[in-house]
Protein backbone atom coordinates (compact mmCIF):
# COMPACT_ATOMS: atom_id res chain seq x y z
CA UNK A 1 0.00 0.00 0.00
CA UNK A 2 1.36 3.46 -1.02
CA UNK A 3 1.73 6.93 0.85
CA UNK A 4 1.82 9.91 -0.53
CA UNK A 5 4.55 12.23 1.13
CA UNK A 6 4.43 13.15 4.81
CA UNK A 7 3.09 16.04 5.46
CA UNK A 8 4.10 17.83 8.43
CA UNK A 9 2.13 18.96 11.19
CA UNK A 10 5.04 21.36 12.40
CA UNK A 11 3.57 25.26 11.88
CA UNK A 12 5.56 27.00 9.23
CA UNK A 13 7.06 30.51 10.36
CA UNK A 14 5.05 33.23 9.40
CA UNK A 15 8.04 34.95 8.66
CA UNK A 16 6.87 37.34 6.44
CA UNK A 17 4.15 38.88 8.64
CA UNK A 18 6.83 39.95 11.33
CA UNK A 19 8.40 43.07 10.75
CA UNK A 20 12.02 43.48 12.04
CA UNK A 21 12.75 44.97 15.14
CA UNK A 22 14.22 48.15 13.22
CA UNK A 23 11.35 48.53 10.90
CA UNK A 24 8.99 48.43 14.09
CA UNK A 25 11.11 51.51 15.58
CA UNK A 26 11.15 53.35 12.74
CA UNK A 27 7.12 53.34 12.51
CA UNK A 28 6.84 54.05 16.20
CA UNK A 29 8.77 57.09 15.82
CA UNK A 30 7.07 58.02 13.02
CA UNK A 31 3.77 57.88 14.60
CA UNK A 32 5.41 60.08 17.55
CA UNK A 33 6.60 62.21 15.24
CA UNK A 34 2.99 63.31 13.06
CA UNK A 35 1.16 62.70 17.07
CA UNK A 36 3.91 65.48 18.15
CA UNK A 37 3.56 67.84 15.02
CA UNK A 38 -0.21 67.51 15.41
CA UNK A 39 0.05 68.84 19.25
CA UNK A 40 2.65 71.14 17.99
CA UNK A 41 0.47 72.55 15.59
CA UNK A 42 -2.74 72.77 17.86
CA UNK A 43 -0.78 74.45 20.56
CA UNK A 44 -0.05 77.15 18.04
CA UNK A 45 -3.56 77.54 16.83
CA UNK A 46 -4.66 77.37 20.86
CA UNK A 47 -2.06 80.12 21.37
CA UNK A 48 -3.11 82.41 18.46
CA UNK A 49 -6.92 82.36 19.41
CA UNK A 50 -6.11 82.85 22.78
CA UNK A 51 -3.62 85.77 22.10
CA UNK A 52 -6.55 87.49 19.91
CA UNK A 53 -9.46 86.43 22.94
CA UNK A 54 -7.30 88.63 25.02
CA UNK A 55 -6.66 91.55 22.95
CA UNK A 56 -10.37 91.77 22.41
CA UNK A 57 -11.24 91.52 26.07
CA UNK A 58 -8.59 94.28 27.17
CA UNK A 59 -9.71 96.86 24.29
CA UNK A 60 -13.19 96.62 25.43
CA UNK A 61 -12.25 96.84 29.06
CA UNK A 62 -10.44 99.82 28.29
CA UNK A 63 -13.27 101.17 26.07
CA UNK A 64 -15.94 100.60 28.47
CA UNK A 65 -14.20 103.17 31.16
CA UNK A 66 -15.48 105.59 28.52
CA UNK A 67 -18.78 104.68 29.43
CA UNK A 68 -22.26 104.83 31.53
CA UNK A 69 -24.95 102.62 31.43
CA UNK A 70 -27.76 101.04 33.24
CA UNK A 71 -28.04 98.07 34.97
CA UNK A 72 -31.33 96.61 35.85
CA UNK A 73 -31.76 93.43 38.05
CA UNK A 74 -34.39 91.06 38.20
CA UNK A 75 -34.34 88.41 41.31
CA UNK A 76 -36.92 85.35 41.18
CA UNK A 77 -37.00 83.53 44.19
CA UNK A 78 -38.69 79.74 44.32
CA UNK A 79 -40.32 80.82 41.15
CA UNK A 80 -41.49 84.51 42.93
CA UNK A 81 -40.26 87.41 40.71
CA UNK A 82 -39.44 90.25 42.80
CA UNK A 83 -39.17 94.20 41.55
CA UNK A 84 -36.42 94.81 39.57
CA UNK A 85 -34.16 97.56 40.83
CA UNK A 86 -32.05 99.83 38.71
CA UNK A 87 -28.41 101.96 38.77
CA UNK A 88 -26.64 104.05 37.56
CA UNK A 89 -23.31 102.34 36.56
CA UNK A 90 -19.61 103.42 35.43
CA UNK A 91 -16.53 102.64 36.23
CA UNK A 92 -14.54 104.83 39.11
CA UNK A 93 -10.60 105.75 39.61
CA UNK A 94 -9.47 102.38 41.30
CA UNK A 95 -10.91 100.21 37.93
CA UNK A 96 -14.45 98.85 39.82
CA UNK A 97 -17.56 99.45 38.58
CA UNK A 98 -19.00 101.85 40.68
CA UNK A 99 -23.33 101.81 41.58
CA UNK A 100 -25.99 104.31 42.05
CA UNK A 101 -29.48 103.24 42.92
CA UNK A 102 -31.71 104.77 40.58
CA UNK A 103 -35.84 104.94 40.05
CA UNK A 104 -38.75 105.01 42.94
CA UNK A 105 -37.13 103.29 46.85
CA UNK A 106 -38.52 100.06 47.98
CA UNK A 107 -41.99 100.36 49.37
CA UNK A 108 -41.73 99.76 53.16
CA UNK A 109 -42.99 96.54 54.42
CA UNK A 110 -46.88 96.31 55.90
CA UNK A 111 -48.13 94.73 58.33
CA UNK A 112 -47.30 94.70 62.12
CA UNK A 113 -43.82 95.15 63.96
CA UNK A 114 -43.27 91.22 64.09
CA UNK A 115 -44.03 90.76 60.26
CA UNK A 116 -41.37 93.81 59.22
CA UNK A 117 -38.81 93.04 61.43
CA UNK A 118 -39.30 89.52 59.63
CA UNK A 119 -39.38 91.56 56.43
CA UNK A 120 -36.33 93.30 57.27
CA UNK A 121 -34.08 90.17 58.22
CA UNK A 122 -35.02 88.24 55.07
CA UNK A 123 -33.90 91.19 53.18
CA UNK A 124 -30.97 92.02 54.21
CA UNK A 125 -29.87 88.26 53.97
CA UNK A 126 -30.91 88.44 50.60
CA UNK A 127 -28.42 91.59 50.04
CA UNK A 128 -25.78 89.58 51.85
CA UNK A 129 -26.25 87.06 49.13
CA UNK A 130 -26.62 89.49 46.15
CA UNK A 131 -23.32 91.46 46.84
CA UNK A 132 -21.66 87.49 47.00
CA UNK A 133 -23.29 87.30 43.48
CA UNK A 134 -22.28 89.99 42.97
CA UNK A 135 -18.74 89.32 43.58
CA UNK A 136 -18.99 85.76 41.83
CA UNK A 137 -19.87 88.12 38.35
CA UNK A 138 -16.72 90.09 38.63
CA UNK A 139 -14.42 87.52 38.86
CA UNK A 140 -15.77 86.30 35.32
CA UNK A 141 -17.78 88.98 33.24
CA UNK A 142 -16.13 90.82 31.63
CA UNK A 143 -13.09 88.31 31.01
CA UNK A 144 -9.85 89.08 32.65
CA UNK A 145 -6.97 88.77 30.21
CA UNK A 146 -4.37 87.74 32.90
CA UNK A 147 -6.76 85.00 34.44
CA UNK A 148 -6.85 84.00 31.04
CA UNK A 149 -3.13 83.75 30.39
CA UNK A 150 -2.53 81.77 33.97
CA UNK A 151 -4.77 79.40 33.21
CA UNK A 152 -3.23 78.79 29.63
CA UNK A 153 0.46 78.79 31.52
CA UNK A 154 -0.88 76.20 33.85
CA UNK A 155 -2.54 73.65 30.96
CA UNK A 156 -6.27 75.01 31.82
CA UNK A 157 -7.56 75.48 28.37
CA UNK A 158 -8.71 73.53 25.38
CA UNK A 159 -9.68 74.97 22.11
CA UNK A 160 -13.00 73.26 20.66
CA UNK A 161 -13.49 74.83 16.61
CA UNK A 162 -17.41 75.06 16.11
CA UNK A 163 -18.03 75.91 12.89
CA UNK A 164 -17.35 80.02 12.73
CA UNK A 165 -16.40 80.49 16.33
CA UNK A 166 -14.20 78.64 18.75
CA UNK A 167 -14.96 77.54 21.86
CA UNK A 168 -12.18 78.33 24.84
CA UNK A 169 -12.56 76.35 27.82
CA UNK A 170 -10.96 76.85 30.96
CA UNK A 171 -10.78 74.97 34.03
CA UNK A 172 -9.67 76.37 37.40
CA UNK A 173 -10.11 79.62 36.13
CA UNK A 174 -10.97 81.90 39.07
CA UNK A 175 -11.77 78.95 41.40
CA UNK A 176 -10.57 75.80 42.28
CA UNK A 177 -13.01 72.86 40.01
CA UNK A 178 -14.92 76.07 38.07
CA UNK A 179 -15.37 75.88 34.50
CA UNK A 180 -15.94 78.87 31.98
CA UNK A 181 -16.50 78.30 28.31
CA UNK A 182 -15.99 81.32 26.15
CA UNK A 183 -16.91 81.60 22.59
CA UNK A 184 -14.92 83.64 20.00
CA UNK A 185 -15.37 84.78 16.66
CA UNK A 186 -12.53 85.00 15.11
CA UNK A 187 -13.26 87.06 11.51
CA UNK A 188 -14.82 89.69 13.79
CA UNK A 189 -12.61 89.12 16.68
CA UNK A 190 -15.28 89.51 19.30
CA UNK A 191 -16.41 87.74 22.35
CA UNK A 192 -20.03 86.57 21.71
CA UNK A 193 -20.75 85.10 24.73
CA UNK A 194 -19.37 83.29 27.71
CA UNK A 195 -21.04 80.44 30.10
CA UNK A 196 -19.69 79.24 33.56
CA UNK A 197 -20.09 76.56 36.13
CA UNK A 198 -19.04 77.53 39.66
CA UNK A 199 -20.03 77.79 43.00
CA UNK A 200 -20.92 79.93 45.52
CA UNK A 201 -18.31 79.65 48.97
CA UNK A 202 -18.68 76.17 48.59
CA UNK A 203 -18.47 73.20 45.62
CA UNK A 204 -22.13 72.13 46.76
CA UNK A 205 -23.95 75.79 46.35
CA UNK A 206 -23.78 75.52 42.59
CA UNK A 207 -23.75 78.34 40.01
CA UNK A 208 -24.62 78.54 36.86
CA UNK A 209 -23.68 81.48 34.95
CA UNK A 210 -24.86 82.48 30.69
CA UNK A 211 -23.95 85.85 29.10
CA UNK A 212 -24.97 87.48 25.60
CA UNK A 213 -22.41 89.98 24.52
CA UNK A 214 -23.81 92.40 22.31
CA UNK A 215 -21.97 95.55 20.55
CA UNK A 216 -21.92 99.01 20.64
CA UNK A 217 -22.03 101.33 17.68
CA UNK A 218 -18.28 102.22 17.65
CA UNK A 219 -17.76 97.99 18.23
CA UNK A 220 -17.18 97.87 21.77
CA UNK A 221 -18.66 94.87 23.06
CA UNK A 222 -20.83 94.69 26.35
CA UNK A 223 -22.63 92.07 28.42
CA UNK A 224 -26.06 92.54 27.27
CA UNK A 225 -28.01 90.37 29.74
CA UNK A 226 -26.16 87.97 32.45
CA UNK A 227 -28.46 85.30 33.69
CA UNK A 228 -27.09 83.61 37.29
CA UNK A 229 -29.16 80.58 38.32
CA UNK A 230 -28.22 79.73 42.07
CA UNK A 231 -29.57 76.25 42.15
CA UNK A 232 -29.43 75.26 46.28
CA UNK A 233 -31.13 79.30 46.92
CA UNK A 234 -33.55 78.43 43.86
CA UNK A 235 -32.62 81.55 42.73
CA UNK A 236 -32.52 83.35 39.10
CA UNK A 237 -30.43 86.78 39.04
CA UNK A 238 -31.34 88.08 35.49
CA UNK A 239 -29.07 91.47 35.06
CA UNK A 240 -29.85 93.24 31.53
CA UNK A 241 -27.51 96.43 30.78
CA UNK A 242 -28.57 99.15 28.31
CA UNK A 243 -29.23 103.07 27.74
CA UNK A 244 -25.23 102.97 26.90
CA UNK A 245 -24.03 106.66 26.91
CA UNK A 246 -20.46 108.06 26.44
CA UNK A 247 -19.11 110.14 29.25
CA UNK A 248 -18.07 113.80 28.31
CA UNK A 249 -19.98 113.40 24.50
Known amino acids: MSHGP ?23 AAIALVASLATVAQNGEL ?40 KLCQYGPDGQVQKTPIGPPPAAPSGGRLKQRVVEKKKAEMVDYMDDVKGVLSMYVPPDP ?9 GKIALNPA ?18 TLVFNPEIKKIVSLSVNTYMGQ ?4 VTLQVEMAPL ?7 QQTILNATAKEL ?8 YQRLGG
Open 203 to 206: AKDA
Open 236 to 243: VVTTTNSN
Open 146 to 154: DRMQQAFQA
Open 217 to 223: PDGTSYA
Open 6 to 28: ATSSRKQPLSGFVLPTSRRLAII
Open 47 to 86: QQKLAAAKQSAAENKQRLRMYQWTETTQLTLKGDPKPATE
Open 163 to 180: GNVVNLVFTDYAQPGDRM
